[in-house]
């Protein structure tokens, strides 16, 4: 069965400085990647799915198959970014398999 | 456009009481599905439609029943409430490609 592990759950960081937030995953075929966005009184929303390869809001997410991983990543925090984050793997029959999710916290 | 949209949004219930969550859309999609998120527990799965009269359950199905009405509208039913069923649920559509569109959610308390 496909797995999403996002190993923490809160993570505070400063305006200006790197954010990286963790996914991993297990899955017996080849995966499809996504990582979707909660900000406060707001729907969840998709921010980007790895098949795309392209930056929004200035994040960025790599799939790497040799480490089963799919971190997001943000050089410069901005405070617009503290939100709830979940990484979700497809599973083949148009589901989603969602983490945890993360909790940022983007202090000024 | 709404979208996906949820009715009601909060509810409170007393254990061993009922309620049905309405979902519609008017994206056109042909897969709904509802969700519950709770504190450290992510989104889970508790059941999902392909098509209209069609349903499959997900992850967290026991305590649920589902109707998929039309294309339009995918309901969820508490027969008999518990307080572990206390939750925010979210109903979502999709099409191919595995995005999915989210609904705002319902907030329901049982005590």
């Known amino acids: ?20 937030l963790k996914c991993n995953y297990s899955y017996s075929g080849s995966p499809e990647l996504f990582w979707y966005v909660q900000y406060s009184r707001q729907r969840l929303q998709l921010l980007l799915r790895h098949i795309s390869r392209e930056s929004i809001k200035g994040f960025t997410a790599d799939l790497n198959k040799g480490e089963t991983s799919f971190h997001l990543k943000k050089p410069f925090a901005q405070e617009e970014d503290s939100a709830m984050y979940y990484c979700a793997l497809g599973d083949g029959n148009n589901r989603l398999a969602f983490g945890k999710g993360n909790q940022v916290v983007v202090i000024p | 456009n709404a979208g996906v949209t949820q009715t009601p949004k909060f509810q409170v219930l007393k254990t061993g009481q009922s309620m049905t969550l309405q979902c519609a859309q008017d994206m056109n999609h042909n897969s709904m599905y509802w969700y519950r998120q709770d504190p450290g527990m992510g989104l889970r799965l508790i059941y999902y ?10 992850e967290v199905p026991n305590g649920y029943n589902v109707s998929r009405l039309n294309k339009r509208e995918f309901s969820l039913r508490l027969e008999s409430a518990a307080p572990s069923q206390t939750s925010v649920y979210f109903c979502a559509t999709g099409e191919t490609g595995y995005e999915q569109y989210f609904g705002p959610g319902t907030r329901l308390t049982v005590t």
């Not at chain 1, 069965?1 to 954010?19: D, N």
């Open chain 2, 49 to 58: 439609s392909a098509s209209e009269g069609t349903t499959d359950k997900g």
């Open chain 1, 1 to 20: 069965a496909q797995r999403v592990t996002q190993p923490e759950k809160l993570l505070s960081v400063f305006k200006g400085a790197p954010v990286e």
